[in-house]
């Protein structure tokens, strides 16, 4: 599937899901990926960053984080978020930046899929923190959602799914919105 998007398609591809070690990475970006995103196996083998960031570059390389609230913050899931890590969020940013990486795609938990809006205070900490081009994904339920996300700074982009997936956006009209709020688009869809 990846080989026929990337003939077809004429915009920079993440890939994720599966990357187990430095061979599956090179099966990807052979296929047509630009870059491609690193989470659970990252925990269990951290070189793993760095050593598709010594053959492909940093930028080839995206920090999956997958986002779940505590009480004191947020703790970082796996296992497309069915199994706990133990470690906060700020800390796993932290830890992906010296590893390597070159840009962060955190994605909460709690609001993917649910359509009730981004967190916005798990974005404003990362980007915060964060010395990388971070892109916020999981709750978008309609253009408002991304225009209030859109003034948090130092965030480099949002992740849409189920709202372009099921037409509650409409990226034509997302832009027109935004060139009337004199925003910069910066939206990431998400096509899998």
Not at 65 to 75: C, F, N, P, S, Y
Not at 76 to 99: F, H, K, W
Not at 110 to 123: I, P, T, W
Not at 140 to 151: A, F, N, P, R, S
């Amino acid at each position: 599937m990846l080989e026929e998007v990337a003939r077809d398609v004429f915009v920079p591809l993440t890939v994720g899901g599966g990357i187990r070690n430095l061979g599956d990475a090179e099966e990807l970006f052979g296929l047509g990926a630009d870059k491609i995103a690193i989470n659970t196996a990252s925990f269990s083998n951290p070189s793993l960053i760095t050593e598709v960031a010594n053959k492909f570059g940093s930028q080839a390389v995206v920090g999956s984080v997958q986002a779940q609230r505590t009480l004191g913050g947020w703790e970082c899931l796996v296992e497309q978020g069915r199994d706990r890590t133990g470690v906060s969020v700020i800390e796993r940013v932290q830890q992906l930046t010296n590893l390597g990486a070159g840009e962060l795609l955190v994605t909460s938990v709690d609001n993917d899929g649910v359509q009730r809006g981004f967190d916005a205070e798990l974005a404003e900490v990362v980007a915060a923190t964060s010395t990388l081009p971070v892109v916020i994904g999981g709750g978008c339920g309609g253009i408002d959602d991304v225009l209030e996300m859109v003034k948090i700074e130092k965030l480099s982009g949002l992740a849409l799914a189920s709202a372009l997936h099921f037409d509650i956006v409409n990226l034509g009209e997302l832009k027109a919105k935004m060139k009337q709020q004199h925003q910069k688009p910066m939206i990431e869809g998400n096509f899998a």
